[in-house]
């Protein structure tokens, strides 16, 4: 008799019950409740029973496309099927959560009922793109489950050579340290875009990820593409009442080993026993001081965001950090919001049009210069782009080199054509 | 239509759910109107905005993966405590948001009791772990997820409840090299041993052109097997990264036999300070021993405990070795520093000492 017509129960799991002892929550006890109800959730912890027993992984993936869109599922099949013929298809959708993962309850049981009906209600709040996921559907009930989705406002997620979707830091909503709406940003930005994000027309993909402040809870310098991160302008706020009130409590010792001498540009000093001056022209906008004293001290009143562009983890070149494109930018209006969109829009168009397959806009940057990258998008090239000028002394100056030998005309920005770099690989 | 306006015909792109919809109204009225913050205890921020309206937002640990049943339940205490009104982080911990002081007693005991979550997760203590799919429901890992992070969290718990560090301390596991799981002051990852073995046989759906591309050291090349075209891997070129895997899973990277998972320390994301930093070999070669992996519970515990005696107030993990030296780090913890602590990759020679800096 094989496993599926026994009762879930009889699906032995010692190795997974030993995860269901400990102070911390423990998903194996769950998702064995659930296989009561959802006798295929019995059948997976029959699966990963064997891939604990064996450390071996028995999925199987590939894509499944509803109508319309070229990604958002996550199709996996079992390689154990006969064993767990309920798993023998058993796909992830991806969708795409409110901003900021705020839920009204009455948006999460909805979600809750869909995916109750028609998929095998395991769900994970989040991905780590930051989509909702929801697991257990095979190639018939995902598209019932993704019309009922869509049909009650909800829409799915971004997966392959596409935008992802977008992620952001609570921001506005209750931190006093937001810079601007990172929310707003983030649905505005998901829904101009929301044709790039369901059909997979990159080179590879393409990650935004909004902070309102340097202390970029969204992770967005080391996770995205394209951070956006909130800062100001002109003087940080202070009040020194509080600051006066700070010293008072914590003793000027703790804020001299603390806040003055851990500031990365030595732009604070004590002012008498009461109170601190800040040196602002030289202060980086890095928010120690802020986290520290968040009381004394807050964000400028003139307030925008620093654009960063080419972040990502570690395949193939080695993990990447963005780095900065625009130092400042106001996202205060809905015309400033357009003006991002935009300039995201040319960086597509340049990268697009040069990057090559499974090149991520890091990648691209790395091959083909900062400077290059620039001039293809349009930007000027500023000294808060680099630490530092180039060491290296072997440059190509244009304008030095006026009327080429050749006589032909020089072509910007001068990038390596893709076929040329694809063949030398190969060689 | 709780979410927002749905669009009738395919594909509908209805776009991102309205976050205003889904805002508490405290949030709502207040937004972008914060003034400051109050720590009431681990778990629990007391926020003030201008207006003087207070909101308690309670957070508490989740595995992630959850039945509906459970999501419900969550609901429910967001029902009667949070006029159902709810928030989810990025390290998939809930936070359960508060109008009224009196209800944040009960709010706790009913998130303990009834769902079994911790609070806590904030400010300088150990956050809930990032990790992905693994054996769950991954095509590519080497190890799970859900169930080392079970058993990582259990050991860890007492930091998740109590902020007895010098700095917040974020963890990520990935369960195979294309490490998904992210930078953290300690990531564990799966480390594979040997070339990928070619399936002739499968390796011809594959589009070759595109696996060898990928490579980022260009190992791979085209070959014929019994007439047909395959792929081979030069064994000396290859560093093991598994990219070819992921693009063909005929180039099969994981061995159960051999993999090992090895812990990486000293990445930070925030521009706070000298700004954010990429993590750094620490310890090599541990089992990938599920269920509960003890050889990692151990070493990061014998990392957590270093730095909470040695870090400074507000110093992450990576900024405190950093101030003492590897050299120390290695010295205090017990662990080996060998050859494979040196880079050979990109960049490698930026991280060598070029300087008579030494601590003797
Ligand atoms: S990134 Fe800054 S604005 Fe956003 S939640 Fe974190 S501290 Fe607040
Ligand atoms: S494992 Fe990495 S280095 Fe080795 S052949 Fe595959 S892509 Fe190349």
Redesign the interface.
């Known amino acids: 008799m094989s496993d599926a017509k026994k009762k879930p129960e009889s699906i032995k799991t010692p190795l997974l019950d030993e995860l269901t002892t400990g102070q911390w929550p423990s998903f194996v006890s769950d998702l064995k409740n659930l296989s009561h109800t959802k006798p295929q959730v019995g059948q997976l912890l029959g699966q990963l029973e064997q891939s604990y027993e064996d450390r071996w992984n028995y999925w199987q993936g590939t894509v499944l496309n509803v109508d319309g869109y070229g990604g958002g599922v996550i199709a996996r099949y079992s390689e154990l099927s006969e064993r767990f013929p309920d798993i023998a298809q058993f796909h992830t959708v991806r969708i795409i959560p409110p901003p900021g993962w705020v839920y009204s309850t009455k948006s999460l049981r909805q979600l809750c009922d869909i995916w109750e009906k028609h998929g095998a209600g395991i769900m994970q709040l989040h991905g780590m793109t930051g989509d909702i996921l929801l697991l257990g559907t095979d190639n018939v009930t995902t598209f019932d489950a993704a019309e009922e989705l869509m049909e009650a406002g909800w829409d799915l997620g971004g997966s392959g050579g596409a935008l992802r979707t977008p992620a952001c830091c609570v921001g506005d909503a209750y931190c006093e340290s937001s810079c601007f709406d990172t929310m707003g940003i983030t649905k505005y930005l998901t829904d101009r875009f929301i044709s790039q994000l369901h059909r997979p027309e990159f080179p590879y993909k393409y990650k935004f990820k909004v902070s309102g402040c340097a202390n970029d809870c969204a992770c967005s310098i080391q996770r995205s593409d394209m951070p956006i991160i909130g800062t100001w302008k002109g003087p940080m706020q202070i009040d020194q009442k509080e600051v006066g009130k700070f010293i008072k409590e914590h003793g000027a010792d703790y804020v001299v080993n603390n806040v003055i001498t851990r500031c990365p540009t030595q732009a604070i000093t004590l002012k008498g026993s009461k109170e601190i001056k800040v040196d602002n022209d030289n202060c980086v906008r890095c928010m120690h001081c802020i986290n520290v004293m968040h009381k004394a001290l807050r964000p400028g009143k003139q307030r925008g965001a620093t654009i960063l562009v080419g972040g990502k983890r570690t395949l193939k070149i080695g993990d990447t950090m963005s780095s900065m494109i625009v130092p400042f930018m106001p996202l205060e209006t809905e015309e400033d919001w357009e003006k991002l969109g935009d300039l995201v829009e040319k960086i597509w168009e340049f990268w697009g049009e040069n990057g090559m397959e499974h090149e991520r806009v890091g990648e691209f940057i790395e091959r083909v210069g900062l400077a290059t990258f620039l001039e293809g998008i349009g930007l000027k090239p500023l000294p808060e782009m680099v630490i530092h000028p180039r060491t290296n002394p072997y440059i190509k100056f244009e304008e030095l080199a006026p009327g080429r030998m050749g006589g032909e005309p020089h072509k910007r920005p001068s990038v390596v054509d893709k076929e040329i770099e694809t063949f030398e690989k190969a060689e | 239509?709780?979410?927002?306006?749905?669009k009738k015909k395919?594909?509908?792109?209805?776009?991102?759910?309205?976050?205003k919809?889904?805002?508490?109204p405290l949030?709502l009225k207040?937004?972008?109107k914060?003034?400051?913050?109050e720590k009431v205890r681990t778990g629990v921020l007391k926020?003030v905005a201008e207006s003087g309206d207070v909101?308690y937002?309670v957070r508490a640990?989740?595995?992630?993966?959850?039945?509906?049943?459970?999501?419900?339940k969550?609901?429910d205490i967001?029902?009667k405590y949070c006029q159902?009104?709810?928030?989810?982080?990025?390290r998939?911990n809930?936070e359960f948001?508060v109008g009224n002081e009196k209800d944040v007693k009960p709010l706790i005991k009913a998130v303990e009791k009834e769902?079994?979550?911790?609070v806590g997760g904030t400010g300088a203590s150990i956050s809930n772990i990032?990790h992905?799919q693994g054996?769950?429901?991954?095509?590519?890992?080497?190890?799970?997820a859900?169930?080392s992070v079970?058993?990582l969290?259990?050991e860890l718990?007492k930091d998740?409840v109590k902020e007895k560090l010098p700095n917040r301390l974020k963890i990520s596991t990935s369960c195979c090299?294309?490490?998904?799981?992210?930078?953290a002051d300690i990531a564990i990852n799966v480390q594979h041993h040997h070339p990928p073995r070619v399936d002739d046989k499968g390796v011809g759906v594959c589009e070759h052109?595109?696996v060898?591309?990928?490579?980022?050291v260009?190992a791979i090349?085209p070959t014929t097997a019994d007439g047909r075209p395959s792929l081979e891997v030069v064994p000396e070129k290859c560093m093991y990264?598994g990219?070819c895997h992921?693009?063909c899973?005929s180039m099969e990277i994981?061995d159960?036999k051999t993999?090992t998972l090895s812990i990486w320390i000293g990445?930070k994301?925030?521009?706070?300070?000298?700004?954010?930093s990429?993590m750094k070999l620490a310890v090599w070669g541990l089992p990938?021993n599920?269920?509960?992996w003890p050889e990692v519970g151990e070493a990061v515990k014998t990392i957590v405990e270093a730095y909470r005696k040695g870090g400074?107030?507000?110093e992450r993990l990576g900024e405190w070795v950093e101030r003492i030296g590897w050299k120390r780090f290695f010295e205090i913890t017990g662990f080996p520093f060998t050859k494979y602590h040196i880079d050979d990759?990109?960049?490698a020679r930026a991280t060598l000492n070029t300087s008579t800096h030494v601590r003797l």
């Open positions: 239509m709780s979410v927002q306006e749905v395919a594909p509908r792109d209805n776009g991102a759910p309205d976050h919809l889904n805002l508490h949030m207040n937004y972008g914060w003034k400051y913050y926020r909101l937002v640990g989740s595995p992630r993966t959850m039945s509906v049943n459970v999501i419900r969550i609901c967001a029902d159902g009104f709810l928030r989810f982080t990025s998939a809930v948001l769902l079994g979550f911790p990032l992905t054996w769950l429901h991954c095509n590519l890992p080497g190890t799970d859900a169930g079970k058993a969290m259990d718990y998740f090299s294309i490490n998904c799981g992210g930078q052109p595109k060898v591309a990928i490579c980022p260009a090349r990264c990219a992921g693009q899973p994981r159960a993999d990445g994301a925030a521009s706070t300070r000298k700004g954010p990429f990938n599920a269920p509960r400074k107030p507000y990759f990109k960049n």
